[in-house]
């Protein structure tokens, strides 16, 4: 239990940058983490022996929690870049910052593992055995992402 | 080696120290004899810069990252839950505990769904206590408004296989149209004005259990005032989906 528990811990940042990518504004992008990490709390028990890639199940259950809450208030789930700049404007930070979170949510959900990861100082090896990928694709699917990232910076598609 | 351009991946793995000592000085050799490939080096670097403000605002600046990293580190999981895991381990094979678990609820409450048990009234609750039950029943004799709810509710709640009880039991469709016409009038008559219909549904329905109508007979204990158990409802469902397996 206590080895699972600390491989979430080490989730939470991808999980709470992947929620911001969906909607923007810091208090509800925690209150979907919040939700998808009481589902996986309650379940952590059934997960004992298991081998788990909590990055992946934790973008699930978030993703999950998002759709579900949509569903319920018939809200737009992907806010387009207006709205989603609207948003994030509210909650008073950067426009770098938000500049920067436009962009990285136009990624491939794999490419924000990637480039999240990287982020955060796991080495290539490391990053291989959490998304299970060879080492060599984590290299070379890394760069791709930063020119994905770039040609969107630049306003590309 | 003459000078190039540096590919994509050498950029980033020179960015994220994923290099030998001996590739990274090759890298710093290129750099410095290609301008194009210093241009590369230059854009990644803060595409990886970029990305780690998003990654600093939400570890450093968010008081939320600590608070989850305590939600997750006080857990304790409810004694259920080890119990449940437990009988995982004990029967790993999924298909087994189901057929376990399947035999242990049949052998306690039938063999049918929580979901198929909705149907019909709301009386349909297992956690009701035996002394609820008692003053229920005490209650539910003879109220024509209850016995006209519950019945009206039934009848509304197999009207889909009524049109299947007309096909194979054509004879039973005078007593249900009754019925059903009845269960209207009872809902809306004083308790002491309606010991007529309540004498003619009785008739009615000990008729149709006689002749055995699937599910008639918890309609007899709705006008009787009986307590009705989940295993009545249990036991209704199951005839009527014998009745139409039988007949498909």
């Given at each position: 239990m206590d080895e699972l528990k600390k491989q979430l811990v080490a989730a939470i940042p991808q999980m709470m940058l992947y929620a911001r990518s969906r909607v923007g504004h810091p208090d509800e992008a925690n209150e979907l983490v919040q939700e998808a990490l009481e589902r996986i709390l309650k379940r952590l028990p059934q997960l004992s022996g298991a081998e788990v890639n909590f990055i992946a199940y934790g973008k699930r259950v978030i993703r999950n929690v998002h759709v579900e809450r949509w569903r319920a208030s018939?809200?737009?789930?992907q806010l387009d870049d207006a709205a989603f700049e609207e948003v994030c404007s509210q909650s008073g930070i950067s426009t770098t910052y938000i500049d920067t979170l436009k962009v990285f949510r136009k990624l491939s959900e794999q490419c924000q593992s990637l480039l999240g990861l990287v982020a955060e100082r796991y080495k290539y090896a490391e990053i291989a055995l959490i998304l299970e990928m060879s080492e060599g694709a984590v290299a070379g699917a890394i760069s791709r992402c930063r020119s994905a990232f770039l040609t969107f910076m630049k306003g590309g598609r | 080696m003459g000078p190039k351009v540096l590919s994509i991946e050498e950029i980033s793995r020179y960015i994220d120290g994923e290099l030998s000592e001996a590739e990274r000085r090759d890298i710093e050799f290129q750099l410095e004899s290609f301008a194009k490939s210093r241009e590369k080096l230059e854009e990644h670097r803060t595409v990886a810069r970029d990305i780690s403000s998003l990654l600093d605002e939400v570890?450093?600046?968010?008081p939320a990252y600590h608070a989850f990293i305590q939600m997750v580190q006080d857990f304790e999981p409810r004694p259920i839950d080890l119990d449940i895991q437990a009988i995982r381990e004990l029967i790993p094979d999924r298909d087994r505990l189901r057929r376990i678990l399947d035999q242990l609820s049949s052998e306690l409450y039938?063999?049918?769904s929580e979901a198929s048990m909705?149907?019909?009234?709301?009386?349909?609750?297992?956690?009701?206590?035996l002394e609820m039950d008692r003053l229920l029943i005490e209650d539910r004799s003879q109220d024509p408004t209850r016995i006209g709810n519950e019945l009206g509710r039934h009848i509304e709640e197999f009207s889909g296989v009524h049109a299947l009880f007309s096909k194979?039991?054509?004879?039973f469709n005078a007593e249900l149209e009754k019925l059903q016409s009845i269960a209207m009038a009872l809902r809306k008559i004083e308790r002491s004005e309606a010991d007529p219909e309540i004498a003619v549904i009785t008739v009615l329905i000990e008729r149709l259990v006689e002749r055995g109508l699937p599910g008639a007979r918890i309609m007899l204990k709705i006008v009787v005032g009986d307590s009705i158990f989940k295993r009545d409802y249990q036991k209704a469902i199951r005839e009527i989906a014998k009745f139409i397996e039988s007949i498909q």
């Open positions: 018939r809200r737009m789930v | 570890i450093l600046n968010d039938g063999t049918l909705s149907m019909m009234s709301p009386e349909k609750s297992s956690s009701m206590s194979a039991f054509p004879e």
